[in-house]
Structures are given as structure tokens and as C-alpha cells.
């Protein structure tokens, strides 16, 4: 998503003439205040990207070097990595077969006195069972963060999705649907969390002659940040155009066998970020990959979020999944799932395109 041009010019003018360019400049406040209103909760801070975002969440409690974050292997390497890069180590748990979140029967399997924290990911805009963790982290001592790369704006039974746990981090990069180019942020439900994380997101740094915590460089710059302020007023209709194309994918799908649409979760508000469809090749007649490769023939680029998993990757090699079942389902669902393109570009004709490879079952 991108604003119109001119727009862009003219606020680009304006810095030019203010000549600030970063360290939390008047743009910078302005979206910040608008992101905090926007998603409901009393500290928002952004940040250069959603992994220094992550990075800075897992921070803010001074977790013991060494101990277990339990987290899903089901998302981008980012999230292993801001445990990883804390000194704290990843313990991947299985996924629940309809919201590819979390399965908190797996994160209790998991805990043992060096875990420290949960980390949930709101996988696809899919809200993680917020209430289970909830208790499970009050049961055990645990810290209980998310990362809601995929949540921006979602709302759950009308609370926002930035409120839930010890923090949460979202992601403001060019491929997401709300994009300040890079950017991300930082959300907690405290208000006293912001002066806090305004020094780690700064060098630590609380004036000239004052470093108060190892802070990390964090900050986002009044390009950006100008890319957030034309961009915030699109979401809306981005999301309107995605949730016609999502009605229209479900109508077209809907009587494919083997074909899994993505779930509808009561009281909760789509993200419109990902359309993951899952293809059980038995029923479907081909694999996933089989359907990825054909679009691809076709210049229609699908992904396969997330696959490899996390554990699939060289640093993560070896590390178990725990798992109540027999076999991992994220194991099996890594070979099924498949975003679909999904955003205002994609017409009618691309469409029938799109639909017209999963009838052509010679592939
Ligand atoms: C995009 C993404 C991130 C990383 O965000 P960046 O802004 O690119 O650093 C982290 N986690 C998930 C699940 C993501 O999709």
C-alpha cells in the first residue's frame, strides 16, 4: 500500500524545512499518538521494524539469561530469533489444527523451572487462545507476549488485540497491510511501560549525561514516519476492498474438497492480512506445492507462510516440538498451508485465473 505521491512531496517539504529527520521528530509524535489511538491501548511506541519491536519486548522484564521461551515454530524466523538474541532460548510447542495458534495443552507439556515466558503469535490475523495462555502464565510465573505481525487493528469481543498479555509487538513493513516502508511497535498495557521502553528504544540514553538501561537503536525516522501518516486513513478501505476479494475466494472455494478455508473466530475482527488455505492432497487430488508451482507458471505468486518452520532451519535444527499428539500437526501443516494473493490489486480476471488452476486438476 502506498499514498499518492504528491501527498508524499509535500510532507516531505515540510521536513526538509523543519530539518529534523529523526530521534522522535514532530511526525514521528503525530503517528505515534494516532497509533495509540487507533489501537486503543496506553503505551504505544513505534520502532524502526516489528523484530527490534519483539527484541525490546522480551527485554523490558530482564528475563533470566539462559532460561525458555515457549513459542510456535509456525511463523517467520524473527520471532526464534528476538529469544535467540536476548540470550534466552526458543522451546517450540505444536499449533492447534483450525487456528494454527498455539495449542496450550503443548505449552504446559513444555514448561519446566527454566521457562520463563510465552511468546504467541496471532498466526494470520488468527487470535491465539488469549484466555488459556492467560492462565497458564498466572499458574506457572510465566510472562506472556505476542507477536501480532498479523493482528494490526484486530479487535477481540471490541478489545483490541494490542492489550492482551505483557506486550505485544506489531510490524509495519513494506508487505504488511498498514506499512511505514519499515517500522514497527511496541504495544503494553501500562501506561508507566512508555518512559521505560522510550530509553531502550533510545541507547538507554535519559539525557546528555545519563544512560539508564542497554538500550538498542530503535527508532524510526520522519520519512517513515510520513509514510505512516498518509497511509493510517487507507487502511480502511484496503481492508474493505480484501474483505470483498476474501467473499469472493469463499464463494468460489467454498465446494472444493480438500480445501480448508481460513476460520472464522467468533467476536473477533479480521486483520485482512493473509487468505490461508490448507489442501489436503488425499481429498484435493494434488499437493500444495503441486498448486503453488502452477500458479507460479502463471505469474501468480501465492506463499507458502510458513514453510520451512523455524525448527526446519539451520539454527533451530534438533530442537524438539512438543506436541500432545503422536506426530506434530505443525509438521503436517507446514506442507499444506498457502496464502493466497490477497489485497486491492487483484481484479476480477486475476481472480478467475487464480480459481481456474485449482479446477485444472491435470497439473
Ligand atoms: C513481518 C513479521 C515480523 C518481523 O517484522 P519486521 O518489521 O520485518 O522486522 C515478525 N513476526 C512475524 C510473524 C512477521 O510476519
New binding site residues.
Partial sequence: MLPDLNDFHRMLGDIWQSKALTNCGPLHQQLERELQCYLDVPTAMLFN??????LVALKLFDLPIGSEVITTPL??A??AHAITWNGLKPVFVDVLPHTLTLDPAAVVKAITPRTSAILG?H?YGNVCEIEALECISKQYNLRLFF?A??AFGVTVNGRSIASYGDAS?F???A??LFNTL???LLATNRPEDAEIIYHLRNFGIKNEEEVVSVGINGKLNEMQAAIGLLNLPLVEEEKRSRAGLKQKYRELLNDLPGIQLPPEQQGVTSSEQYFPIVVDPATFGCTRDDLYDELKARQIFARKYFHPICTDFDPYKGFPIYSVRDTPFVDIIKNRVLCLPYHSGVDDTDLSDIISVFYNKNI
Avoid at 49 to 54: D, E, K, P, Q
Wanted: charged residues 10%; negative net charge; aromatic residues 8%.
Fill in positions: 521494524n516489528g523484530t527490534i519491536a519483539l511463523t517467520f524473527a520471532t503469535v498466526v507477536d505481525a498479523h509487538a510490524s509495519f513493513h508487505t504488511k519499515e517500522g514497527g
